[in-house]
């Protein structure tokens, strides 16, 4: 979730989650100093991830795990 203190803090611990999961929901809260188009945006591009889908204030964000993969496409 992305909250008051912006996009930074959320950075660490959505490369975690995407390296573990390789999909993750993110969710901008509405005490967030950003658009949410925007955070979700900043987020994908700085946890090297592929942006699926922005539907109002949540996103959902994509990077391959080749090592483990758990999503068949």
Avoid: Y
Avoid at 5 to 34: C, D, F, H, M, Y
Avoid at 37 to 43: K, S
Avoid at 52 to 59: H, K, P, W
């Amino acid at each position: 979730m992305i909250g008051k203190e912006g996009v930074t803090p959320v950075v660490a611990s959505a490369r975690e989650a995407i390296k573990k999961r390789e999909l993750i929901k993110v969710r901008v809260l509405q005490n967030a100093p950003e658009d949410p188009a925007d955070a979700i945006t900043v987020l994908a591009e700085r946890a090297d991830a592929n942006l699926v889908q922005i539907i109002g204030r949540n996103g959902l964000l994509f990077r391959r795990n080749f090592e483990k993969p758990r999503i068949e496409l």
